[in-house]
T-cell receptor
Framework: GAVVSQHPSWVICKSGTSVKIECRSLDFQATTMFWYRQFPKQSLMLMATSNEGSKATYEQGVEKDKFLINHASLTLSTLTVTSAHPEDSSFYIC???????????????FGPGTRLLVL | KQEVTQIPAALSVPEGENLVLNCSFTDSAIYNLQWFRQDPGKGLTSLLLIQSSQREQTSGRLNASLDKSSGRSTLYIAASQPGDSATYLCAVSYSGAGSYQLTFGKGTKLSVIP
């Protein structure tokens, strides 16, 4: 089946620094990738939809200047948390959509997640 | 706006019991509904996907049903095992922002006691 990887799996950083998280589709080309955030005991909340070669679409309440998304190729999307603060500590999960799959199959394949801790 | 609710939030059962997890959604205009499993600190594992035109899907000890008109789905787990302990998430897919967005429930945390 389709595999999506994320790197790093864990990151601890000091407040004020920027952190980049990579999401890769390993065996298919993903024209669309999604970034989710999950706080403890909460569900996954969609942050943004990333389309290859165009600007990301951010959900209401998500600061696009703080969470920079780049989807420069069909297999890679990056999320950069700029000037991270302790309240940004969370579990970030990406997913990738296989455009060949359509709505009749599993449309999104999820990465293993990245846990960010900002001190 | 689509909202997904899962009941109960947590469930503890002895090994061997059959159990049912519930999921409800507010907007019946969905493409499909998925059940996922999430282990602590891990990503998501897709368990079952039900298309909007289907009423149920089965995989091993798992059976998921969908009643689109009433906005409900159930996940039935037969003969539960300690290895089934995890958080189970329900998500519905709908067309939003030009793509297929998923809206998740908060999940049901299942503990199967040996």
């Amino acid at each position: 089946g389709a595999v999506v990887s994320q790197h790093p799996s864990w990151v601890i950083c000091k407040s004020g620094t920027s952190v980049k998280i990579e999401c890769r589709s390993l065996d298919f080309q993903a024209t669309t990738m999604f970034w989710y955030r999950q706080f403890p005991k909460q569900s996954l909340m969609l942050m943004a939809t990333s389309n290859e070669g165009s600007k990301a679409t951010y959900e209401q309440g998500v600061e696009k200047d703080k969470f920079l998304i780049n989807h420069a190729s069909l297999t890679l999307s990056t999320l950069t948390v700029t000037s991270a603060h302790p309240e940004d500590s969370s579990f970030y999960i990406c997913s990738a959509r296989d455009p060949l799959a359509g709505a009749r199959t599993e449309t999104q394949y999820f990465g293993p997640g990245t846990r960010l801790l900002v001190l | 706006k689509q909202e997904v609710t899962q009941i109960p939030a947590a469930l503890s059962v002895p090994e061997g019991e059959n159990l049912v997890l519930n999921c409800s959604f507010t907007d019946s205009a969905i493409y499909n509904l998925q059940w996922f499993r999430q282990d602590p600190g891990k990503g998501l594992t897709s368990l079952l996907l039900i298309q909007s035109s289907q009423r149920e899907q089965t995989s091993g000890r798992l059976n998921a049903s969908l009643d689109k008109s009433s906005g409900r789905s159930t996940l039935y787990i037969a003969a539960s095992q300690p290895g089934d302990s995890a958080t189970y998430l329900c998500a519905v897919s709908y067309s939003g922002a030009g793509s297929y967005q998923l809206t998740f429930g908060k999940g049901t945390k299942l503990s199967v006691i040996p």
